[in-house]
């Protein structure tokens, strides 16, 4: 029973303790990443599939005048899908790999993400709110990446 009481007592030491939280940061990290390699793969899958489905079986070899068009936002959309998917797995990996959060690279992913519900935006649903939001966050995340960048390569400097 000494025993016991005396581990964990040294497990509650500062230095134990925190090594036993990087350990789970780590374990954590390594679970996304598989998590999110299962995402990227289940989007791939549905971009193929939307692809063949859609283009090949359904439009035949002469397809409609316009039809290409009218399936071009969600082909736009399903691909920048998995590169959203890319640069989160990239942020998880860069964590794994320095033990930190980088900013730029959290930024520049929104920026993706929301340019991605740019480009699949129906202008007929959405409001003049819904643009104002949109432009709003353009603007606030392309004013932080404009910031990180200057402080990054003036500390480069």
Same mark, same amino acid.
């Given at each position: 029973?000494?025993?016991? +009481?005396?581990?964990?007592?040294?497990?509650?030491?500062?230095?134990? #303790?925190?090594?036993?939280?990087?350990?789970?940061?780590? %374990?954590?990290?390594?679970?996304?990443?598989?998590?999110? %390699?299962?995402?990227?793969?289940?989007?791939?899958?549905?971009?193929?599939? +939307?692809?063949?489905?859609?283009?090949?079986?359904?439009?035949?070899?002469?397809?409609?005048?316009?039809?290409?068009?009218?399936?071009? +936002? &969600?082909? +736009?959309?399903?691909?920048?899908?998995?590169?959203?998917?890319?640069?989160?797995?990239?942020?998880? /990996? !860069?964590?794994?790999?320095?033990? $930190?959060?980088?900013?730029?690279?959290?930024?520049?992913? /929104?920026?993706?993400?929301?340019?991605?519900?740019?480009? =699949?935006?129906?202008?007929?649903?959405? &409001?003049? $709110?819904?643009?104002? !939001?949109?432009?709003?966050? =353009? #603007?606030?995340? /392309?004013?932080?990446?404009?910031?990180?960048?200057?402080?990054?390569?003036?500390?480069? /400097?």
């Amino acid at each position: 029973m000494r025993k016991l +009481f005396k581990r964990l007592r040294d497990a509650w030491k500062d230095e134990n #303790f925190l090594h036993s939280l990087k350990d789970v940061e780590v %374990l954590v990290s390594k679970v996304l990443s598989i998590a999110m %390699l299962i995402v990227i793969l289940v989007a791939i899958y549905d971009l193929v599939v +939307f692809l063949v489905r859609d283009f090949l079986i359904a439009e035949g070899l002469v397809p409609e005048p316009g039809s290409f068009v009218n399936r071009l +936002f &969600t082909v +736009f959309g399903l691909f920048l899908n998995v590169l959203i998917a890319l640069e989160i797995l990239e942020n998880i /990996s !860069a964590y794994l790999k320095k033990h $930190m959060i980088q900013v730029e690279l959290v930024i520049v992913t /929104s920026l993706v993400a929301v340019a991605r519900k740019i480009i =699949i935006l129906d202008l007929e649903r959405k &409001t003049a $709110m819904d643009l104002i !939001a949109l432009a709003i966050a =353009i #603007f606030a995340l /392309s004013v932080s990446y404009w910031i990180v960048r200057n402080i990054a390569s003036k500390q480069n /400097s």
